[in-house]
């Protein structure tokens, strides 16, 4: 498929501003939907790994849920809840946030979706870390917060890079749930999908091409920091 | 004991775990001493550690530390440290950035005399050639000083050791207690110290305290639970092989339920040595004076063999007779005076304080019997003969009569030498003696 399309039809088509914008669309959604959840997945990740509390399975397989439900009704679920016609969607209407057909409906979806890969990789590990080298360090006199940043932190950072990664592949890649919540603005797969749809393959593919090169450059950037070599500090493992 | 010098206060700990919790712990350790928690595997040690810590949630109790309630402080608050016993190094920090991980904190930071205190660590704990070394490149011994040094570079009033010695190669062991006692001496910081072996109390501790699932079973000078443990768990934890249950009789002797009848301690009490005298530092090696004093000399041709043996569970014990009682144990002797003591009793006599012979030995010891030997163990250092033994010479029974059907089993130690001199093997019918005060009641 990447090699079937010329390469004069490659070179117009990152040129046409609709397929340039929908491949950076992609991404940016992409990567700041994974932003989100590190910032919502990681403190939850450590609790998880953590601690013992009654309800704990139940949050696990809620946490795990967007991975086995069909995608479209992951979409179809989000609009359910936060439609414009339902409450959830007023609310954020009333605040300006619509989320049929916007980047911030793109975004939740994909924070969804994205989500439970980050918390599930950065809760092992976090897992991976003895506690006791956390205690030692509330001993020595740092707090909860301190031990966190100097201990727990420096020693679990590749799982939780390796989690960042896959939930931006995850929402990359994401079409059935997008789909449904934003039709437009058009992320990739959406105009892959309508292009192959109206003119067919020969037209899906450049983009596709594109897509796919943009994508593998970021993995195997991502890639090269997590291993050996690549140190924050004297972070090794 | 007044605040002022009691280190830390544990009043009432309850810890409560799914499957273990820990019991109403109540202790009182002094400042500056050398303190050993003893139990077994399991027994609630390291979540006792925990506990004074404040990483182990209480169910109920109080701890107190210096006169400051420190219950429901942090861990950072309260100025303990811990060495744990897989010595919990932080992986992703060199050695120095080890040791000073807690230097920035609160009041650690900038303190005056702290860059001298941690040159005198690294010079005590010889870490000057580690400094810079990745912490998993070190051997264990390495990183127990690397673990020591952190945990006493914040200077704090109580360092708690969470079994320091059982994940060390034996020849390194000796090395690393004469450091934990240089430093405890050093620095006047009160010690804590878990462990599952009784050497270590035996060797390090001031004070101990034993424990066993979950509950205390006795707090005292390291000696008084050595020579007079107060349960039957205690008793067979310290080495005290030979457990008799007997009722005690009028003229203050026992009569044990294998039809023995044994003389009481009535002997002087005065004059050992109080707590830990000078010989109970002694490092291993060193051979205390034999149990019993008054055993006809080899030499003599009676081929008395005495049990004082160098064996690990016996180094360094002060074995003078008369053993002083500590306090919070009632002293067990002098008897005949047992007041208060139940008509149903234990007997323990330690397998050291048993001396085998080959005739009857005239001499002070006022419990002599004869025996046939069952069995011989080799303990490393000395051999443990386990004999049984005739109710016959105890007068109860009728002199003569030959071994009861179930006779009861007595285990003594004896070195290798005696063990060849008295030709001591299995089937051999020999004589067994102890001292009136080597046997101990509770």
Known sequence: ?237 | MTPGNTAVSLGGITVTYDDFCLDDVSLDIETGEFFVIMGPTGAGKTVLLEAVLGIAPLTAGSVVVAGRNVTRLPPERRGIGIVYQDYALFPHLRVEANVRFGLRYGSNRGSNGEAAHLEHLYDVLDLRTLLHRRVDTLSGGESQRVALARALATQPSIVLLDEPLSALDPRFREEIRRTLRRIHHETGTTFIMVSHDFRDALSLGDRAAVIHQGRLQQVGAVDEIFRRPATRFVAEFVGMENILEAKLLADGSARTDGGLTLQLGGGPTGGGPTGRGPSGGSSAGAVDAPAVGAVPAIGAGSAASEAAVPSPATDGVPSADGVPSADGVPPAAPFPAAEGLPPRVRLAIRPEDIVLSRTPLDSSMRNGFPARVLAVQDHGPAYAVRCAVATDAGGAVGAGRPLQPAPTELVAYVTRGSLLELGIEEGLRLHLSFKATAVHVF
Not at chain 1, 35 to 44: D, E, H, Q, W
Not at chain 1, 126 to 137: M, S, T, Y
């Open chain 1, 1 to 237: 498929m990447v090699t079937a399309p010329s390469g004069a039809a490659i070179i117009a088509t990152i040129q046409e501003d609709e397929v340039y914008r929908s491949i950076w669309l992609s991404i940016y959604s992409a990567v700041l939907a994974a932003l989100i959840a590190v910032a919502l997945g990681t403190p939850l990740a450590y609790v998880l790994a953590r601690y013992r509390f009654p309800g704990k399975r139940l949050v696990e397989a809620i946490i795990d849920l967007p991975i086995v439900i069909p995608h479209p009704v992951i979409g179809i679920a989000i609009l359910g809840i936060a439609g414009r016609n339902y409450w959830l969607g007023r609310i954020l209407l009333s605040l300006g946030i619509r989320l049929m057909g916007s980047v911030a409906g793109i975004v939740t979806v994909l924070v969804f979706v994205g989500t439970p890969l980050y918390i599930n990789s950065a809760k092992s590990g976090f897992e991976a870390v003895n506690p006791r080298l956390e205690n030692v360090a509330r001993t020595l006199g740092a707090n909860a917060r301190q031990s966190f940043f100097r201990v727990s932190l420096p020693l679990a950072w590749r799982s939780m890079v390796v989690g960042f990664v896959m939930a931006v592949a995850r929402a990359v890649s994401e079409f059935g749930a997008v789909v449904i919540v934003a039709y437009h603005p058009m992320i990739a797969p959406v105009l892959i999908y309508e292009r192959y749809e109206a003119f067919g393959l020969r037209y899906s593919q450049p983009v596709a091409f594109w897509l796919i090169l943009v994508s593998l450059t970021l993995f195997f950037l991502l890639r090269a920091m997590t291993m050996r070599g690549w140190t924050v500090g004297e972070v090794r493992r």
